[in-house]
């Protein structure tokens, strides 16, 4: 898949986010169809809002944000969620509206 400018945009405020210990970070309105890996890199993350994106699918690295209090995906294309989700024990907040799922995995 080709990445787009959004994508590189990610990257670079995911690597911005990793040296400030950031608790929150905002990816929302971006035009992204695709997560960086490295976002499972911010473990201090509490807060991620990755809402109003085309995004259809999720990395598996998501769930080692084990810190994550509050997940915004609304208003993207995702068909379906890893399973890695069910490790987000602190989640209190998930939104998943607007989004083209079906069914959500076991674990949560």
């Known amino acids: 898949m080709a990445r787009n400018e959004a994508y ?27 997560l960086p890996e490295s976002l499972g890199q911010l473990t201090q993350l509490q807060s991620l809002n990755l809402s109003k994106n085309q995004l259809t699918g999720l990395p598996e690295s998501l769930g080692q944000l084990t810190q994550l209090q509050l997940l915004n995906l609304s208003e993207n294309q995702l068909t379906e969620l890893p399973e890695s989700l069910g490790q987000l024990t602190q989640l ?17």
């Open 8 to 34: 590189y945009m990610a990257v670079k405020k995911i690597e911005v986010a990793w040296r400030l210990e950031a608790t929150k970070l905002r990816l929302f309105y971006i035009n992204l169809t695709e």
């Open 92 to 108: 209190q907040l998930l939104n998943l509206s607007e989004n083209q799922l079906t069914e959500l995995p076991e674990s949560l």
